[in-house]
């Protein structure tokens, strides 16, 4: 449970929040036109008549989008309709040459679902999910190319977006935070959309309201287009905080459509508020139901991956690691692989610890993504297995794994060619051990007369001296036997 | 149901229609007239009688995923007012 609870002078106050998210389709072609549905390309090229909101053109159905949108929908535990139908959602705007959106209003192809948040505490918390529809993207306007004009490139309009949308569940930024990682890594798992919200091919409006606990619902604002998770977050406490202050002002909030301002992380009304949306939405005479059967629901379900819920649960189990590192490592795809071939046949718990400190540091020092990781997973496994059977002590592991970073070597070449063997030869140590007590006659007698703190002291100056290459259980052992008998 | 001048107007701005002031009334009227034709479906019992999309029996056609149109920026922009480096030029529209 979170408590993200805002204290006002009329008492504390608790945040409610529900995420529109906008995730672009991965596929070849456009929702209803063959143009390209690719990211980029020359302005205007992947462009049909339809897109362009010629007349006389009619919309056909991409059958990857359905299937994409159904498989969306399964990973989302969430009820398929399959029976659907298209609406067009009307206004006006430069980048939407046909005056509608071609979308699904009363009749969306997938119904209520749920999601699994994996918070910062090690804890879970359900959210859930009130629909997903089907719709077409709008072009893109640029403002910044010249004083008194816009330029539109419709390579955009008409590209698939699936719009996955939250029940009002979420209580804090924390959570939906949680919420946007945890859908963004299902849809990546999925190979429906990429989430890359750079891009902008994962977008999200945040409605935020406040209220005393156990109040009904208040009015609601919705803060437009969004474009990271650290913005969302953002958002939410500027917004959350603005209502507060409006209700002890004595004032009351508006329903109204904000944008959020990332230089300044205020929101403030869009101008266009006084011509607020009446969209007319009625059933696109151009395209009948969109109807499918159940068998093909079970083909699509038959075909989907392991989805991160069922990973953790069985990284839990197979490899013994906690839940909230199992959770990290299955963030991401790339990561939850890699952790794999890293533990095979190794110390997992050990390999996880690897991966999540020593390796995320060096991949976030050097700017790297885990599959450019110049360290490989095996190598990652043979390197626990060198501290386990005493080849190298732990602390010798740490410089060898650098040098792993640095070379992408094997730690095991590596340890051979530099001498970094563990020294475990009792009659060694004993030597580097009695040169050291012999060097620090009077520290050595300040032990044996009861100073005990010393005896760290020793080890490190014998540990230094055999440059760190002793066993680290033997050599203290040794220190005790011959200082204190 | 009976529109009044001021629902014209906002019917008029949604479809970006400059309509007179004086042409209102009449338009009203109008509007009327086909809406109180409509209202006669209204009459039939329909009663248990699942919607219809279409009267035709066809089913929506699903295309393939394959990219089969676009590449043709100068026809795209054959009938634009304004067109540079191969985008529409529109007034500034920013919010």
């Not at chain 1, 629901?297 to 839940?323: H, T």
């Not at chain 2, 990219?67 to 795209?76: F, H, I, L, S």
Request: hydrophobic share 40%; net charge negative.
């Amino acid at each position: 449970m979170s408590s993200y609870i805002i204290q006002g002078e009329t008492g504390p106050w608790e945040v409610v929040i529900g995420l529109e998210v906008h995730a672009q389709v991965i596929s070849q072609a456009k929702l209803f036109s063959g143009a390209s549905a690719t990211f980029g390309g020359e302005p205007n090229t992947h462009v049909a008549f339809l897109d362009c909101g010629m007349p006389g053109m009619l919309p056909v159905i991409n059958a990857e989008c359905v299937r994409q949108a159904v498989k969306t929908g399964l990973g989302l535990n969430a009820i398929i309709n399959r029976r659907s139908i298209f609406d067009r959602k009307n206004y006006f705007y430069a980048d939407l040459p046909l005056g509608y959106q071609i979308s699904q209003f009363a009749h969306p192809i997938v119904g209520e679902g749920t999601i699994i948040l994996d918070l910062k505490d090690g804890t879970s918390r359900e959210v859930g999910i009130e629909r997903l529809h089907l719709e077409i993207d709008a072009g893109k306007s640029l403002h910044d190319q010249h004083p008194t004009k816009s330029f539109i490139d419709l390579n955009r309009a008409g590209v698939a977006l699936m719009e996955i949308v939250s029940k009002p569940d979420m209580r804090s930024p924390e959570e939906a935070g949680a919420y946007l990682k945890k859908l963004r890594a299902i849809l990546r798992y999925l190979g429906t959309c990429d989430g890359n919200m750079d891009e902008g091919s994962m977008r999200a409006d945040v409605n935020v309201s406040v209220r005393h606990p156990g109040e009904p619902l208040r009015t609601r604002c919705e803060i437009k287009n969004v474009n990271s998770i650290r913005f969302v977050m953002q958002a939410i406490e500027y917004e959350a905080q603005r209502h507060v202050e409006v209700y002890e002002q004595g004032g009351i909030i508006e329903q109204e459509t904000r944008l959020f301002d990332s230089a300044k992380i205020t929101t403030r009304p869009m101008r266009s508020k006084e011509f607020a949306h009446d969209y007319r939405y009625f059933p696109d005479p151009d395209l009948l139901p969109l109807e499918f059967s159940e068998e093909f629901v079970n083909e699509i379900k038959a075909s989907l991956p392991e989805l991160p819920d069922a990973k953790k649960a069985r990284f839990v189990g197979e490899y013994g690691i906690s839940p909230y590192d199992a959770g990290v490592l299955v963030a991401e795809k790339e990561t939850a692989m890699f952790f794999e071939a890293a533990a095979e046949g190794h110390d997992a718990k050990a390999v996880a610890n690897w991966v999540m400190g020593d390796l995320f540091a060096a991949l976030n020092r050097t700017g790297k993504d885990i599959t450019e990781s110049p360290v490989k997973p095996e190598n990652i496994g043979k390197l626990v297995d060198l501290i386990k059977d005493d080849t190298i002590s732990g602390r010798i592991a740490k410089d060898v794994f650098e040098i792993m970073v640095e070379t992408g070597d094997a730690p095991d070449k590596i340890v051979e060619e530099r001498g970094l063997k563990q020294v475990t030869d009792t009659g060694a140590i004993e030597k580097v051990v009695d040169e050291v007590i012999a060097a620090n006659p009077d520290k050595a007698e300040e032990v044996r007369g009861g100073k005990d703190k010393l005896l760290g002291w020793f080890v490190g100056q014998a540990m230094k001296a055999s440059q760190g290459k002793a066993n680290p259980g033997i050599l203290n052992e040794m220190i005790r036997k011959k200082l204190l008998g | 149901m009976s529109l009044d001048k001021a629902t014209v107007r906002k019917i008029g701005f949604l479809a970006r229609l400059e309509i007179p002031e004086e042409d209102l009334e009449g338009l009203a009227h109008e509007l009327n007239g086909i809406l109180g034709w409509v209202e006669q479906l209204a009459q039939v019992d329909t009663e248990g009688v699942a919607p219809v999309a279409s009267v035709s029996q066809m089913k929506l056609f699903w295309r393939d995923d394959v990219v089969t149109d676009g590449n043709m920026p100068e026809k795209a922009l054959a009938n634009a007012p304004e067109a540079v480096d191969g985008y529409f030029l529109v007034p500034k529209v920013v919010e």
